[in-house]
Each structure stands twice: as C-alpha cells, then as structure tokens.
C-alpha cells in the first residue's frame, strides 16, 4: 500500500543558549507540546491500524525551515503507512564508499571526494536557520581544535555563498564549507538536519548521526557534550 496520509503537528523545545523556541507546525497556527506531538502520534497509529485492521506505522520529515521573531518553525509531516519506512539513499550506503563530488568551497579552494582519501571525515549537512545545526556548532568546533588537521572537518549545505558569509560573521563555525550544493544534497536524498556522516580513511561510510543529543538540565533542553560524535572518531584509523 503506497502511503495513506499525510498529518502535520507542531512541537516546542527550548533552547538554553539563545531562549528560542523551536517549533514543528504545518501553517505555524497550531502549537503542541512534544508530549502532546506523541500523543498525537500514537492515536493517529492506532486510529489507522484499527481502521485497516493491520499494524501501521507512522514517519515525519522536515519539509522546511522559518525564523519568526523568537522561533525558529520546522514544518513537518506524518507519512501513514503499512509497512516500515524503507531505508534512506544514505542508510543504504553505509560501509560503502561516499558518492563522488568536486566542488569548490566557499574560499574558491577545489575540494573533490578523492582529496580526503587518507584520513578521516566528517562531513555536517546544515542550514543556516537550522536551530539544532546551530546548538551543536560549538561541540563540532572543539572537535575540529582537538583533531585539527588528522580529522577532515566538512560542512556541505544547498544554501548560498552570502548567506553562508552573512551568518559566520556572526557565528563560528570552524569547518571547510562547501555551499550552494542542493542538486548534491537532493541526488543524496537528504531531507532532515543536521545530518553528520563519519567516513574512514578509505572514504566509506561508517556511522551516520542526526544532531547531537539533546538533555534536559534544570528543565531546558540543551547540548551537554560531543562525547557521542568523539566516541565515534575513536573507532576510525586516525593517523
């Protein structure tokens, strides 16, 4: 059965770093808690697998993102189907070799897939407006301090060299940043991000991980560490 239906909710976390408030909404009117997200969740699996008498499962997805004043609002959807989702183009390339590119990065210096051969990567697909892109920057920072130049530290996004320009003027991020790239990111079927892709030195895929964790400390939600991401660096053949 090809998919049934698509639901929107919304969901609020906040942000001890910058008191934001992160939203998941479809037209930015309707607001619930992540709780209540959950709950909706679960009632919409239940509703339809009652209704066609057999398990169904429900996914969402990242459509898009928008600042308003002191929001950040993620549209999302809830995908109802009959069978789990199959594995993402990026899930289906773990253990082999990373697709081929040849870019220039926003330097104008030529960054090809063949020149990281060597040594380890990471590469961070992010956006600007991306509020968990942005909580986890400072941790990718001290990783790239820590490692320097035995790690290759790259950041690909489909947005734009100036607004790239316009939001590291004012925020750090320490990674070679590849931008202007969304044919490449579509060709990967990348939709949700941040999105972190560990290679070894032979360019393969090894882990891929969403945003850094998030943690609950004194009632806000905040990144505590990279212990996660630096454990992972661990088990590659760093030189």
């Known amino acids: 059965m090809k998919r049934i239906l698509v639901f929107v909710g919304a969901l609020f976390i906040s942000s001890l770093l910058k008191a934001q408030t992160v939203v998941y909404t479809s037209n930015g009117n309707e607001m619930i808690s992540e709780l209540k997200l959950k709950e909706e969740r679960d009632n919409i699996k239940k509703k339809f697998t009652k209704i066609f008498k057999k398990e169904m499962f429900v996914g969402t997805k990242i459509k898009k993102t928008e600042r308003r004043n002191d929001s950040i609002i ?16 990026m899930e289906s390339l773990v253990g082999k070799e990373f697709p081929s590119f040849k870019f220039k990065d926003i330097n104008g210096k030529e960054i090809s897939l063949e020149s990281l051969r060597g040594k380890p990567t990471l590469i961070n697909f992010w956006f600007t407006k991306c509020k968990p892109c942005i909580d986890e920057m400072p941790h990718l920072n001290k990783l790239k301090k820590k490692y320097k130049n035995s790690i290759n530290f790259i950041s690909m996004t489909y947005e734009n ?9 004012k925020e750090e991020f320490h990674f070679k940043h590849i931008v202007n790239v969304k044919d490449f990111i579509d060709e990967l079927e990348i939709e949700s991000f941040p999105l972190n892709v560990f290679l070894d030195e032979n360019l393969k895929i090894k882990v891929l ?14 990144i505590k560490n990279a212990n996660s991401f630096e454990d992972i660096i661990k088990t590659l053949n760093i030189k």
Do not use: C, R, W
Request: glycine share 6%; net charge positive.
């Open 161 to 169: 060299k100036a607004e790239v320009n316009s939001f590291l003027s």
């Open 74 to 89: 993620h549209f999302i959807s809830f995908d109802v189907k009959d069978n789990k989702s199959k594995k993402s183009k």
């Open 209 to 222: 991980e969403s945003g850094l964790p998030y943690q609950t400390i004194n009632g806000k939600m905040v």
